[in-house]
Structure formats: C-alpha cells, structure tokens
C-alpha cells in the first residue's frame, strides 16, 4: 500500500486510500440499474459526474429495480457529487412507486415493478486521516506494503418467518408535529424501533407500514414494503421530523381511507390495527375518523404521552378524545405513558395486547361482521314443543357469533298472518342479553303469510342496517298463502342473503324460491323438528363462505 505525507498549513495528514472501504466496492456506471446486480446486499462504487447524465429513477425511500442506483444515490442523499461507494439492498417488487423531487434529482412515479432497492451510505469513512502538527515537510519514504484484496463475499438475504401467534397487518401513526419537536421524535422512533422489533415482523408473521401525522398525513412506508426486521429497523431510522400541527383525526381518517388495501399489502382474513401515537393532545377531531375506522374492521390502539397537566386541560378542545379514537372504550385500547423517554420500557406490554387476537374486536370477520335476522313461522301448525326447538336451533346459530356493539348483530321477527318484531339489530349489545331475548320469544298461533313476513322483515329489520352483510333466516313448517317470489327478490336486491330452512310439511319449490343463489347451498329442509340442529354447523359454514365471498368482491 502507498503511503503519502503532506504538509498542509503546519499539519501533517496521512491518507491511506485502500483503507477507505471503497476498495471492496463493486464499480458501477452511472447508468447501472438495481435489477444489473446480481447480490442481494452488495457496495458499488459510483462515479463522479452522474448529475450529468441521463439516469432513469422510480420512486422514493424504495426504488423501483429498473432504476439507476446511483441516480437513486443521488435523489436518497447517500452519494454526493464526487461519486464514492454506497451500500444496496434489494427488496421484494411494490404496486404503487411515488415521485418526487430531493436533492437535486427528480424521481418518476411507476404502477408496478417485479423487484426494488433500497440504499444506504457505505458505513467506512472514504479517507483515513491522522493529524500531528509539524514544522517540516517530509518527504513520503515508507516503503509500499503489500496487501491481497479480497473479493467481497455473497451476502446472503435470511428470510425470517415472524413471529407465526401474531400475524397482524399494523399501521404504526407516529406524532410528527411541531409539538412534539426533534429530540421527542427521535426518542419516539426508538420506540417504534422497539416496538418493531418486539413483534417479531416477517413473512409468515406480522407486517407493519407507517403513516406521519402533522398539518397532512404522509405515509412512509406501506405493509408491503419491509417484511424483514433488519429492513424495517433501517426505514424506521431513517423518518425525518415533518412539523406543523398535531392533525391526528386527519392521519386516522387518511389511513383508515387508504392504507389497508391488497396493493400496500393487505392481507385477507389477517386482523387489522392502527396504532396511533400521540404527544399531549390532538389539534383536530378524532371521533368522525375513528367512526369510520371501527366500521372499517381496523382496531385502533391510542398510545398517549405527557397526557395534558391539569393547567392545560382548558386547551383540550375535547378531553374524551382517547375514548372517542379508539376501537372500544373499555381501558385495553388505551395506553398512556408518563414520559417520551421511558417509552421502550412498555413496547413488551403494548406488543402483548396487540398480539391478544381475541381482543381485537373490532376486526372484521364473519363471526363479528354479520347482522343475521331471523324470520320465525308462528303459525298454527307448528306448534309449541316444535317452536321451542326452533328457538334452540335459531340460537345455537347466534351463539357461534361475536354480538356486541362493535360485532355480529341479530334480531327477530314473527309472522303467522301478522308479523311481529320480537327484537331489532341494535336492540342488544351483548351475545348474553340477545340470546335471553330469543329464547323468550312467545308463541303467536295462526296462519302463514311467509310473503308479507318477508317484506316486513326487509322493512323493519335492515332498513337501517350499518355497515356489515345482511342474512335473513327464514324458518316455516308449511305452504304460504301469499307470494313469496317477489318479496324475497326485493330483499335480495338489497343486499339481503335468505336462508329458507323448512319443516315437515314446508314446499321444496317455495323453499327454494325465497332463498338465494347457489340454491343448494341456501336451502335446507328436514322431515322432523329434531333434525334442525344437525344444521347449525353447516348454516354457521355457509354464512362465514357468503360473507368471505363477498369480502373478496367489495373493496
């Protein structure tokens, strides 16, 4: 190795040029693009002078694999305009890549590309320089060292599989106002750093993207874009502090809105948290955004530090916004910690709640998603011993859902020649207090006008159904003396799913002429009163296949 001494103003500087990290680096041309390498964590050495050629760039943070790496370099701020080795790893492809302008270099927007990059600056400083004060220039007399170069060996990419008991899709909302300020922000990515690391993410485990919030919501990163720890630590890191105001409602709503769809990597039948960091209090309202996140299936987590002191409380322009942000009040959404800088302390607790999977309800599946009416035949013919069976198949079906406020909701109606609503959706919030209401439910006696009971039913007990799939049981023992075609189309046409369930004497056509398509999987019959509740596993079976069904259609 050559040695140089200078003399630079009194100073003697001694510059070893192969110490610099750069001779195990990979030189590249400007134009070299992510997909030309051929390892997966690899330095190239990029050449001065780039800026002035002509270098294609596709996105921002992740970089599409068609794009220039040291363009990208450049646009990232890890190259300056002398050129010099930076490090690039390569990633899995993404749907969406943005645009934007940084550094002197303007990066384009792409839909879709097979593989990315990320980049980071080479770790070894360029040049290793030792100082001594001098009176003297000497001359350069070392003798040259010898010294074998090795090639930089593959670095293999280990794929990490996460933690498999908590396989969540998370979106992480970190405070990024002026509120909080830099040192607090630095302090709260130590945090998510934590927190990240805690969750064990990977591929078979849970998946987390991140959204700022500040005067407009950005979002960082999305589910998809780091599956592996050491990768979403590095992104995590990298968070620069944005500013402005502490608009926490509008960073809900953006993520509730636009954050959990397949493209950013949204898993289907995988639960869904938000989890929204906050300093002191919010500057917006929460509660329309958390409204429409509840009803969206997201579990909304608050994490609130230096709540307000008692003096400030006149500046909260709503003191219940916890109560209101979250998926339900009931103190496991909530957390509060004293301070910013003992937050890492309790990403054990918080990961621990939020990999609770039976607690997370609101989460939408078909167990908690799903407004069931049932339509009981009152009629004559029936009688009160069958009745009762009826009732104990009816809850046997409700008992195998997740009522509550937030869950599967159920209500009743029951006709002969009449109707009666026995009970609504929303009547009762509690799977307890609903089944109570159904197995009280009195016998009516009379005839049977299953026509009329449907339109009633689609009037009186879904007319103001929330958000959810709509199913209608209908449960006769015998012919209709009205028509039942037309009302049970106008139903379906709705959005309502009937299941015709019939008894002894009830007609085939008729049966199959209410329910909805596929027939067969819609229509049920038995001879005898004794055999409804073999069916209560296979209508349980059906609706969790018709809600999953639909889930795959709607957005």
Same mark, same amino acid.
């Given at each position: 190795?050559?040695?140089?001494?200078?003399?630079l103003?009194?100073?003697?500087?001694?510059?070893?040029?192969?110490?610099?990290?750069s001779?195990?680096?990979d030189?590249v041309?400007?134009?070299?693009?992510?997909?030309?390498?051929?390892?997966?964590?690899?330095?190239?050495?990029?050449?001065?002078?780039?800026?002035?050629?002509?270098?294609?760039?596709?996105?921002?943070?992740?970089? =599409? +694999?068609?794009?220039? &790496?040291?363009?990208?370099?450049? %646009?990232? /701020?890890?190259?300056?305009? *002398?050129?010099? !080795?930076?490090?690039?790893?390569?990633?899995?492809?993404?749907?969406?890549?943005?645009?934007?302008?940084?550094?002197?270099?303007?990066?384009?927007?792409?839909?879709?590309?097979?593989?990315?990059?990320?980049?980071?600056?080479?770790?070894?400083?360029?040049?290793?320089?030792?100082?001594?004060?001098?009176?003297?220039?000497?001359?350069?007399?070392?003798?040259?060292?010898?010294?074998?170069?090795?090639?930089?060996?593959?670095v293999?990419?280990?794929?990490?599989?996460?933690?498999?008991?908590?396989?969540?899709?998370?979106?992480?909302?970190?405070?990024?106002?002026?509120?909080?300020?830099q040192?607090?922000?630095?302090?709260?990515?130590?945090?998510?750093?934590?927190? =990240? +690391?805690?969750l064990? &993410?990977?591929?078979?485990?849970? %998946?987390? /993207?991140?959204?700022?919030? *500040?005067?407009? !919501?950005?979002?960082?990163?999305?589910?998809?874009?780091?599956?592996?720890?050491?990768?979403?630590?590095?992104?995590?890191?990298?968070?620069?502090?944005?500013?402005?105001?502490?608009?926490?409602?509008?960073?809900?709503?953006?993520?509730?809105e636009?954050?959990?769809?397949?493209?950013?990597?949204?898993?289907?039948?995988?639960?869904?948290?938000?989890?929204?960091?906050?300093?002191?209090?919010?500057?917006?309202?929460?509660?329309?955004?958390?409204?429409?996140?509840?009803?969206?299936?997201?579990?909304?987590?608050?994490?609130?530090?230096?709540?307000?002191?008692?003096?400030?409380?006149?500046?909260?322009?709503?003191?219940?916004?916890?109560?209101?942000?979250?998926?339900?009040?009931?103190?496991?959404?909530?957390?509060?910690?004293?301070?910013?800088?003992?937050?890492?302390?309790?990403?054990?607790?918080?990961?621990?709640?939020?990999?609770?999977?039976?607690?997370?309800?609101?989460?939408?599946?078909?167990?908690?998603?799903?407004?069931?009416?049932?339509?009981?035949?009152?009629?004559?013919?029936?009688?009160?011993?069958?009745?009762?069976?009826?009732?104990?198949?009816?809850?046997?079906?409700?008992?195998?859902?997740?009522?509550?406020?937030?869950?599967a909701?159920?209500?009743?109606?029951?006709?002969?020649?009449?109707?009666?609503?026995?009970?609504?959706?929303?009547?009762?919030?509690?799977?307890?207090?609903?089944?109570?209401?159904?197995?009280?439910?009195?016998?009516?006696?009379?005839?049977?006008?299953?026509?009329?009971?449907?339109?009633?039913?689609?009037?009186?007990?879904?007319?103001?159904?929330?958000?959810?799939?709509?199913?209608l049981?209908?449960?006769?023992?015998?012919?209709?003396?009205?028509?039942?075609?037309?009302?049970?189309?106008?139903?379906?046409?709705?959005?309502?799913?009937?299941?015709?369930?019939?008894?002894?004497?009830?007609?085939?056509?008729?049966?199959?002429?209410?329910?909805?398509?596929?027939?067969?999987?819609?229509?049920?019959?038995?001879?005898?009163?004794?055999?409804?509740?073999?069916?209560?596993?296979?209508?349980?079976?059906?609706?969790?296949?018709?809600?999953?069904?639909?889930?795959?259609i709607?957005?």
């Amino acid at each position: 190795m050559s040695h140089f001494y200078v003399l630079l103003t009194g100073f003697l500087v001694f510059i070893s040029p192969l110490e610099s990290g750069s001779s195990d680096a990979d030189p590249v041309a400007c134009e070299t693009r992510g997909s030309d390498l051929e390892l997966d964590d690899v330095v190239v050495l990029c050449p001065a002078g780039c800026r002035r050629t002509r270098m294609s760039v596709f996105g921002t943070g992740l970089y =599409a +694999a068609v794009s220039s &790496v040291c363009g990208a370099a450049l %646009h990232r /701020g890890a190259l300056g305009p *002398s050129g010099g !080795p930076v490090r690039v790893l390569k990633q899995r492809g993404q749907h969406s890549y943005s645009s934007s302008f940084a550094n002197g270099i303007q990066s384009l927007s792409l839909s879709h590309w097979t593989s990315s990059f990320s980049l980071s600056k080479n770790m070894n400083p360029p040049l290793e320089f030792t100082a001594e004060t001098r009176t003297t220039a000497l001359a350069a007399d070392a003798p040259p060292a010898k010294k074998t170069l090795k090639k930089p060996s593959p670095v293999k990419k280990v794929q990490t599989g996460g933690n498999k008991d908590c396989q969540l899709d998370i979106a992480v909302v970190m405070d990024s106002s002026r509120n909080i300020g830099q040192r607090r922000f630095n302090l709260q990515k130590n945090f998510v750093a934590k927190l =990240a +690391a805690t969750l064990r &993410v990977g591929a078979s485990g849970p %998946h987390v /993207g991140l959204v700022q919030a *500040s005067d407009s !919501p950005k979002t960082e990163f999305v589910l998809s874009s780091y599956t592996q720890p050491k990768e979403l630590l590095f992104a995590i890191k990298e968070l620069t502090f944005l500013g402005g105001d502490t608009n926490t409602g509008k960073a809900i709503l953006h993520t509730a809105e636009t954050f959990f769809t397949q493209d950013n990597g949204m898993r289907r039948g995988h639960p869904r948290v938000m989890v929204v960091l906050i300093d002191g209090w919010p500057s917006d309202d929460v509660e329309q955004a958390a409204i429409l996140a509840r009803e969206s299936g997201i579990n909304v987590f608050l994490v609130s530090v230096a709540k307000p002191a008692a003096e400030e409380l006149s500046m909260v322009a709503d003191r219940d916004f916890m109560k209101k942000a979250v998926c339900k009040d009931n103190g496991f959404f909530s957390y509060s910690v004293p301070s910013w800088f003992s937050t890492t302390k309790h990403a054990r607790s918080l990961v621990q709640r939020l990999c609770s999977l039976d607690s997370l309800l609101c989460s939408k599946t078909c167990y908690n998603s799903v407004n069931i009416g049932f339509l009981i035949d009152g009629s004559s013919s029936v009688g009160l011993d069958n009745f009762r069976m009826v009732l104990d198949f009816l809850a046997g079906i409700a008992q195998s859902f997740d009522i509550s406020d937030v869950g599967a909701h159920v209500g009743a109606v029951q006709f002969t020649y009449d109707q009666r609503l026995e009970f609504g959706l929303f009547d009762y919030s509690t799977k307890e207090d609903t089944m109570k209401a159904l197995r009280g439910i009195s016998y009516m006696s009379g005839g049977t006008a299953t026509g009329s009971a449907i339109s009633y039913a689609t009037q009186n007990l879904f007319r103001n159904a929330r958000r959810g799939h709509d199913f209608l049981v209908v449960v006769t023992d015998g012919q209709s003396y009205d028509d039942i075609t037309g009302p049970a189309m106008a139903a379906q046409r709705q959005g309502i799913t009937i299941f015709s369930v019939g008894v002894a004497w009830a007609p085939q056509d008729d049966l199959r002429a209410m329910s909805s398509e596929p027939k067969d999987r819609h229509t049920l019959f038995s001879r005898e009163f004794t055999g409804l509740l073999d069916f209560i596993p296979l209508m349980v079976r059906s609706i969790c296949q018709d809600f999953m069904e639909s889930s795959e259609i709607r957005p």
